[in-house]
């Protein structure tokens, strides 16, 4: 361009026909000084077109960020609300806090569960917030603890349930607020469990309630068996007394008749031997003689009478003892009926004879009483029990007293069973008439003696009393109403 305008000048100046001395000069170098500044400023173009270039290139990264970053920005402030939500949303007190311990964030939820008050609200300082938290829980020094330790330990997890003054039982959950490789905070939870806890407690209650009726029904299974075991034995020795009375009848009777026989044989034979001075120097009478030495005749008169005497005795006795057999198993008569309650124990005591006789003595003394209305087999099985438990009471080897009294107040009939036995220490007094109480060794005692005949006497209307000295020993007194009042018994 300059070379051209250099060109034009020249050739003009050459028409006109005066170019001056050293102009061409002059505009050489013009023209080499334009010509360098055209290439500084085709380099400054060049250049700037560069710059423009990466500034647009800048200029779309730019753009890209801030559309990035708007985006983040809206995804963060979605996430925000939707973590705020859930916080307001959620039927749990949260707190935040940060790595010292100061209130970052809390819910409403955490308001109400607190009570917290507007002031405290209003400040948000640790100290008057611990204060109000500590005002509201039973045990303000586990609580404060609690916090102390989470506090010294930022890491920790924490899970521990306390209660409010008010009756409320509150879960606290805790969590550190992890960020990268630091700590940066924690989260509290407190929830409400009151209602669960009442539920749990009330299933308790529940479960505890149907172990006891479980138990009580297990106790009225093994009372009906043992009442049902005591029927049979009643039915076995009712049975038995059946099968023997009559043989032993028929052998009572002959046997009075043989002793009758002889009796009279005897006085035959009393008449013959009043015939033997008469019959002196006779040699029937030597054969006699020597017949009746042989034979030991007295001996074997006054012997038989003894032999007589002591099976009429034994027959006697097999006679009672099927008679008390009977009288105790009554199992003929199941229905309420009138009885003379001495008989029962006279014939209960017959039968347990065998078992107290060796350590006790028994000593009766029977007052007067009325008849009275009962089931009398199942007073003889209470009778039973009082009487094998105080020939227990006072030992193997022992020898003690079994005294029976008897006697009536107004329309009670009262029965006292009165040992001088080892006597039942105060600590196990309320526990006797408990099913499967017992102090005897496997084997020996089930625990169900006392049980049963206070079940027995209570059906009667009756009650028991005990009084025991360790050492000395024990009365038992049963109290029974002479009459049930049933209208069909009158
Ligand atoms: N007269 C008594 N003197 C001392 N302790 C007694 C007496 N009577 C009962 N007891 C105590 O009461 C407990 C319960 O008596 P209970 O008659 O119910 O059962 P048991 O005699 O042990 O067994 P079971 O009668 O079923 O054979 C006895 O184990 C004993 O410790
Ligand atoms: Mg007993």
Redesign the pocket.
């Known amino acids: 361009m300059h070379r051209l305008l250099q060109r034009q000048i020249s050739r003009f100046l050459n028409d006109q026909g005066a170019m001056p001395e050293g102009l061409s000069e002059f505009l050489a170098a013009v023209g080499d000084a334009y010509e360098s500044a055209d290439a500084d400023r085709l380099l400054i173009e060049r250049s700037l077109d560069l710059m423009s270039k990466e500034l647009t290139e800048r200029n779309a990264e730019l753009r890209k960020e801030l559309a990035e970053r708007r985006h983040a920005e809206a995804q963060l402030e979605k996430l925000l609300s939707l973590l705020g939500t859930t916080l307001e949303s959620t039927a749990d007190g949260i707190l935040a806090l940060d790595k010292e311990g100061r209130i970052v964030r809390f819910n409403q939820r955490l308001v109400e569960m607190w009570h917290m008050p507007d002031e405290t609200l209003a400040f948000w300082r640790h100290a008057p917030l611990v204060q109000h938290l500590l005002g509201q829980v039973t045990n303000p020094d586990a609580f404060m603890e609690n916090l102390n330790y989470l506090c010294l330990h930022p890491e920790a997890e924490c899970y521990d349930t306390f209660d409010y003054i008010d009756g409320r039982v509150i879960e606290r959950y805790s969590l550190p607020q992890p960020l990268g490789v630091d700590n940066v905070g924690r989260v509290i939870s407190f929830r409400d469990i009151t209602a669960r806890k009442q539920a749990e407690e009330a299933l308790q209650r529940e479960k505890e309630e149907q172990k006891a009726l479980i138990k009580k029904l297990e106790e009225a299974h093994n009372q009906l068996l043992q009442s049902e075991k005591m029927a049979s034995i009643g039915q076995l020795a009712a049975g038995v007394a059946h099968e023997i009375n009559n043989p032993i009848g028929y052998i009572n009777s002959n046997f009075n008749t043989l002793g009758e026989y002889v009796e009279k044989l005897f006085r035959v034979t009393d008449a013959y031997e009043r015939t033997e001075p008469a019959l002196a120097g006779e040699s029937l009478l030597d054969e006699v003689r020597s017949l009746k030495q042989e034979a030991d005749w007295e001996y074997l008169k006054q012997d038989i009478r003894e032999l007589l005497r002591e099976s009429g005795e034994g027959i006697g006795r097999v006679k009672q003892i099927v008679q008390d057999l009977k009288d105790f198993s009554h199992v003929d008569q199941v229905e309420w009926q009138w009885v003379d309650l001495h008989k029962g124990i006279d014939s209960t005591l017959n039968i347990v004879n065998n078992e107290i006789k060796y350590n006790a003595e028994v000593i009766k003394e029977y007052g007067v009483i009325p008849q009275v209305e009962c089931l009398a087999s199942q007073l003889n099985q209470v009778f039973m ?1 009082m009487l ?3 020939s ?2 006072i030992g193997d080897g022992g020898r003690g007293r079994i005294t029976i009294r008897t006697g009536a107040e107004d329309e009670m009939v009262w029965v006292e069973f009165t ?1 001088t ?4 220490p105060p600590e ?1 007094l309320k526990r ?2 408990d099913p499967f ?4 060794p496997v084997g ?8 049963l ?1 206070y079940g027995i006497i209570e059906k009667h209307q009756g009650r028991i009393e005990v009084e ?1 000295e360790v050492g000395k020993g ?1 009365t ?1 007194r049963l109290r029974l109403p002479a009459s049930q009042g049933l209208p069909e018994t009158l």
Request: glycine residues 16%; positive net charge.
């Open positions: 029990n094998v438990n105080a227990h009471a040992d036995g080892k006597g039942i196990n006797i008439f109480f017992t102090t005897k020996k005692g089930t625990g169900l003696g006392l049980s005949s025991s024990t038992f």
